[in-house]
């Protein structure tokens, strides 16, 4: 019996929010936002105006799942409308799991460039 492979098979990914994110604003509250990427596909979640360390989205996301690439690309930043938007980290989401069993409610964590 042969196994199918993933090839164009749906993933719907749920960003939850983000808690004890790196505060990038000294003065304000931050906003942040997320950024997935796989392969060619990236999503945005709407700005979390005034969300600070503990941004809540539950915003859906649906990608056509790629054989051989089994990992999310996650960035988080700060939206600015004065200057640049500000990283505030990022990270990988391994999809083994979800793969295997079908679903996956982890919490992934996410570095700053310097790593921390």
Sequence with gaps: ?????IQGQLLEVTVVGCSKLKDTE????????????????????????DGGKNPTFQEKFVFNLIEGL????????NSNT??????????????QRVLSTGY???SWPIQTKTGR
């Design 1 to 5: 019996m042969a196994v199918s492979g």
């Design 26 to 49: 000294w003065i304000s509250r931050q906003d942040p936002y997320v950024c997935l990427e796989y392969a060619s596909s990236k999503f945005r979640t709407r700005t979390c105006t």
């Design 104 to 106: 996956d409610d982890s």
């Design 82 to 95: 004065i200057s640049y938007d500000d990283f505030i980290g990022g990270g990988k989401i391994q999809l």
């Design 70 to 77: 089994r990992e999310i690309n996650v960035l988080v930043w």
